[in-house]
């Protein structure tokens, strides 16, 4: 191999390269063998480098399955058996609580119905009070008492929540006034109540008995 030193020589001459050698010139000249070795050590540590260096600007593929969809983790049995339980607990209290609000509206329901069968059976005997007061009596220690009995049974039924029905001088209305007689009566206005035969009640919203009226014209 040709060395930088016998390129030196071929051009200048002996003389020149023996001057160089006496200035010191000559050591200090970069060997080309050294600078070769250098530059491919380089190079092979760069291709060590690009072997151990991991691919950073691509992510790692995501594992799939083999009809090319990503993989879908299984589900815990413990959530799932837990979440099975959630859902059936949830039922079963939307079903208890529907069972409780029909429960109490079928007991509220029973027992208005049984209230009303008993008032509507006590009412013949208020009528029969009602009749014997209106009659003429000469005892008036008599007539006292069937008052005081009347007083207490019209209490008693007021608290169980029993109300008359206006009729008397008020305009019909076939919901709670039943008409037996119709007559000429200048003293009422047209379709009024003009006399009432059998008093009418309520309980509540619930028709217990319509009044027996008669309605002027």
Avoid: W
Wanted: glycine share 4%.
């Amino acid at each position: 191999m040709t060395t930088m030193t016998d390129e030196i020589r071929d051009a200048d001459g002996c003389e020149d390269f023996e001057s160089l050698e006496e200035s010191g010139l000559h050591d200090e000249m970069p060997d080309s063998t050294g600078a070769e070795e250098a530059a491919d050590a380089a190079d092979d540590t760069a291709d060590d480098t690009a072997e151990t260096d991991p691919v950073t600007d691509e992510e790692a593929p995501s594992e799939e399955t083999d009809d090319g969809e990503p993989e879908i983790p299984e589900e815990d049995p413990a959530e799932e058996k837990l979440r099975e339980a959630n859902d059936k607990y949830m039922r079963l209290f939307a079903e208890f609580d529907n069972f409780r609000k029909r429960t109490a509206k079928e007991k509220s329901e029973t027992y208005q119905d049984a209230v009303a069968k008993t008032l509507l059976s006590l009412l013949p005997a208020v009528d029969s009070f009602e009749l014997a007061m209106k009659s003429p009596c000469t005892d008036d220690a008599y007539r006292s008492g069937i008052e005081k009995i009347y007083n207490q049974m019209t209490d008693l039924l007021k608290k169980l929540g029993l109300e008359e029905i206006p009729a008397l001088n008020e305009p019909f209305d076939p919901k709670v006034h039943n008409a037996i007689r119709q007559v000429e009566d200048e003293n009422f206005g047209e379709s009024t109540v003009c006399e009432v035969y059998q008093k009418g009640y309520r309980l509540g919203d619930r028709i217990i008995r319509c009044a027996m009226v008669s309605v002027a014209n």
